[in-house]
């Protein structure tokens, strides 16, 4: 495994940092957002068809999500892998999904929001 970095905490626990987790975020990442697009589709669909094609996607992105978080909790505590991929989250569906994927309006103050929760996520991990 290829280190990226060391972090301790207050109690002095070694967080590993490595390419393993940084994939895991990802994945952690990309499944939420894709749950969450597929969800929202759910919704639109005017047929039962599209409705149920969707939720299936829906559902299978968020059993991955879980998978992944499951699997980061091997290398992360739980207070800083649930915050951090809690806000990620925030950040993903906030920007792709609903102001690129749908087009809906990002107003200044959920940029900032936005800011803020980024600088959450700086905090917590580190």
């Not at 952690?28 to 894709?34: D, S």
């Not at 609903?98 to 917590?124: C, D, H, K, M, S």
């Amino acid at each position: 495994m290829t280190r990226i970095d060391w972090l301790s905490n207050e109690k002095g626990w070694e967080i590993r940092t490595d390419w393993l987790v940084l994939s895991l975020l990802a994945v952690n990442l990309l499944c939420n957002v894709l749950a969450n697009v597929s969800f929202k589709l759910s919704a639109l669909s005017p047929t039962w068809r599209g409705f149920l094609k969707w939720q299936l996607a829906g559902n299978l992105a968020g059993f991955l999500t879980v998978l992944s978080f499951t699997a980061l909790l091997r290398s992360l505590p739980l207070h800083i892998a649930y915050p951090i991929t809690m806000g990620l989250a925030v950040i993903g569906v906030q920007l792709v999904a609903a102001g690129a994927v749908f087009n809906e309006a990002i107003p200044p103050q959920r940029w900032l929001g936005t800011i803020l929760v980024v600088f959450g996520i700086l905090l917590i991990g580190g």
